[in-house]
């Protein structure tokens, strides 16, 4: 795997590591350690307090945290249909998050995870409500969706390279308004006239699903999630617009006297970045929703955000993440039913997760 | 009353609890750290305040616990970016992500209770000047703090000596580094305060504007503020139009369809963000030669 000069920069934020002597201070016995087999020791140790934190956290709430460890790996690895679950929801949150990553390689910030698997679900839903259901209508659903996560990345992506309007900030407000879209949809213009009353559109006609696969739950989903990850890192680690992103993230002003157009750069990483963030939403939509309801994303978007740092931005360490997310997010539902706790327990556990790769950057970057 | 005072007063008072962040995401950001944890800071002040008020019956315990809760968002936010070498948005996201879960796990108890919320106190003298007193000087003290806020944070900015190490923490910390100084404790304290005062605009939310507790009952205003920071380019003042402007825009919209105006709900949902978005597309290039030049190297590393 090639060192990407992004996740360098990335994590060094306006750390101008002035106070600090190159050594830190360490009791004796780790200093003695090299510095890749530190860093791996203090993250495993980040890991297990994390995990002890929200024990803890659990305990307050008069649940025992050994259950509720098992709970979140029963409820989500240990039976088949669990593990289909966490698989299927995976898919969703994996391409949002190398929606993430690939506009990270120029050096962008994309937060819009969420407003972009939203278009991609509304635009899908567009195509599969409206359309004559047919074998490839499944098909002509995901093209949608990935268009309609392009366009909308595209409006922060313009922003960014036409006026200078920081994307961090544009693609977190577009999240609203998508969101904001989305119920218009669901409440008045698409709502099922038969849904008694429920805010959601009209279901997918049963040929317009996505296929499923060996009589399982997956549904070919999967298998174009699976494509699309190989693709992308492909682009990415193997093309030349992948290397110029990564110039382009590295030193815009080298890239830019080396000849590199900058702003198609910025703009196409962005553009990607939606498609894939889109084709996650119709996925997700064709293949386990089957209507547009409220809450259809469940901030799987920020999920994602946070999944591609885990990852540091690279596709397949991303796509792993994304798994893990996937069961945490998922195992909430588990830890009401069982536990008695709220769902949303499970943000905590996510973002104590994400913290530990924040906090040991100093150590990573001595060990690199 | 008529629907335009209405909506003046209900955007000065909504704006404030735009204001009170996006002051706080100011102060941060002169010093270089850019917080979407704001966002966090607001849920983790309004169930804060809202918690104390409701336990203690005291509002002004509420408020200060608001501004605690904020805190110590803002601390970890400054520990993780500033000691730690880490991302600055990432880590603003987890912060967000950790107080939208503890808000909801420690919150659901309160969900479906009620308090009084703060009272207005009418200024004596000011609030009978025609038209501009009702606005302005018949509000809660939490309006009125961001009134005061606005001009100390001027005036600590632009007139003293603290205000200069602050700006140019967030400019070259190496500069301050060298003459002396400790950037790194500028920034843990900047950060601190700003939360804090991103705690107080949750606490506007729960006790100052409504009186209950909801989970997620922030809904972006701590993202809203972050962004009107950027497009007042980083002045004080411009923060108050910015934050009272979005105010505006969302009383307007309750004041028309008070008034039976049919517009579609969810366009009127949309409308504060869609603002906010149109500002910053206006105002980005003017305001991007005035970017902490610090700020720069987290707000975007290309370009």
Known sequence: ?368 | MNGVEQTLIGGVSGGTAILLPALGELIGERAGVINLGTEGAMLAGALGAYAMTESSGVIWYGIIAGMLAGAVVGLAHSWITVRRGGDQIASGLLLWFLALGVTSVFGTEFVGTAITPLSNIAIPGLHSIPWVGVILFDQNILVYAGYVLVAVIWFVFYRTRVGLILRATGERPEVVAATGGKPQLVQIVAVTIGACLGGLGGAQLSIGYVGNWFNDMTSGYGFVAVAVVLFAAWRPVRVLGGAYLFGIVLAAASVLQAHGVSVNQYLLDALPYLVTLLALAVFARRGRSETPEALTRSLSRSG
């Not at chain 1, 029963?74 to 949002?96: E, F, K, M, V």
């Not at chain 1, 900030?169 to 998508?178: E, G, H, K, W």
């Not at chain 1, 990483?269 to 889109?278: H, T, Y």
């Not at chain 1, 994304?322 to 909430?332: D, E, T």
Request: aromatic fraction near 6%; glycine fraction near 12%.
């Open chain 1, 1 to 368: 795997m090639t060192a990407t000069p992004v996740n360098e920069s990335s994590v060094r934020g306006t750390d101008v590591d002035l106070n600090t002597p190159e050594q830190p201070d360490l009791p004796g016995g780790l200093a003695r350690l090299g510095p890749g087999s530190r860093y791996a020791l203090i993250s495993t140790l980040g890991y297990v307090a994390s995990l002890a934190i929200f024990g803890v956290l659990v305990a307050v709430k008069g649940a025992e945290p050994i259950s509720v460890y098992h709970t979140i790996i029963a409820s989500t690895l240990l039976n088949g249909d669990a593990l289909q679950q966490t698989a299927l929801r995976a898919i969703p949150i994996g391409l949002a998050a190398l929606a993430v990553a690939v506009p990270a390689r120029a050096g962008l910030i994309n937060v819009g995870g969420e407003g972009q698997l939203i278009m991609g679900a509304v635009a899908a839903t567009g195509i599969g409500v409206a359309a004559v259901p047919g074998a490839l209508s499944w098909a002509a659903m995901c093209v949608s969706g990935a268009l309609a996560g392009a366009l909308w990345a595209a409006l922060s992506g313009v922003l960014r390279t036409w006026l200078g309007a920081s994307e961090a900030v544009t693609t977190l407000l577009l999240n609203f308004i998508a969101n904001d879209v989305m119920l218009y949809l669901i409440y008045q213009a698409w709502k099922d006239p038969n849904g008694s009353g429920q805010p959601q559109s009209r279901p997918l006609a049963h040929v317009a699903q996505l296929p499923k696969m060996f009589g399982s739950q997956l549904n070919i989903g999967v298998l174009i999630a699976l494509v699309v990850v190989a693709v992308t890192w492909f682009l990415l680690q193997r093309t030349g617009w992948g290397f110029q992103l990564r110039v382009v993230g590295g030193n815009t002003e080298a890239a830019r006297r080396a000849g590199l157009r900058v702003n198609s750069l910025l703009l196409s990483s962005m553009v990607v970045g939606g498609a894939l963030a889109g084709l996650g939403g119709a996925l997700n939509l064709a293949g386990v929703e089957t209507q547009l309801r409220p809450d259809i994303t469940l901030t799987f978007g920020y999920v994602a955000f946070l999944a591609s740092f885990l990852g540091r931005h690279q596709p397949v360490k991303v796509v792993g993440a994304a798994l893990l997310f996937s069961a945490v997010a998922l195992s909430g539902n588990g830890l009401q039913i069982t536990d008695g706790l709220d769902g949303t327990i499970v943000d905590i556990l996510l973002a104590l997760i994400v913290a530990v790769p924040l906090v040991v950057a100093k150590y990573r970057r001595r060990a690199a």
